[in-house]
């Protein structure tokens, strides 16, 4: 077996809503969404993908999910979406662990770090 990628699942309580917000806030593109009316979407930036799906099980979901990015350019993204309002639970910093990160949370509670090598800073 080879494999080509991961894409984690998020569970939302409203999926237009979680859309709206990873492409105007964090600058995905949509990928795809199903249902009618929706209710499982994909979005995309670059080569991650994130699978979002409606929290049919009831809100005790919500908020469980956790995804580190690696990106380049970490600072630029960061004030970018700083700047249209995402919420940082821990702001970017140089870690001893040897990553330039950051964290925000999405309307839903699920926690997203991005971040790059220290060497690649």
Do not use: W
Not at 47 to 69: D, N, P, W
Not at 79 to 104: C, H, W
């Amino acid at each position: 077996m080879q494999t080509t990628c991961a894409s984690p699942i998020l569970q939302v309580k409203d999926l237009q809503e979680a859309l709206s917000f990873y492409i105007d806030v964090l600058g995905f593109s949509e990928d795809f969404v199903y249902g009618d009316p929706p209710y499982y979407a994909g979005v995309k930036y670059g080569e991650v993908i994130f699978h979002l799906c409606s929290s049919e099980e009831g809100e005790e979901r919500l908020g469980k999910g956790a995804v580190y990015v690696f990106c380049d350019e970490v600072d630029g993204y960061y004030a970018k979406i700083i700047s249209r309002g995402a919420e940082v639970t821990s702001p970017l910093n140089t870690y001893p662990y040897g990553m330039r990160d950051f964290q925000i949370k999405d309307k839903d509670g699920n926690l997203l770090t991005f971040g790059t090598s220290v060497e690649e800073v």
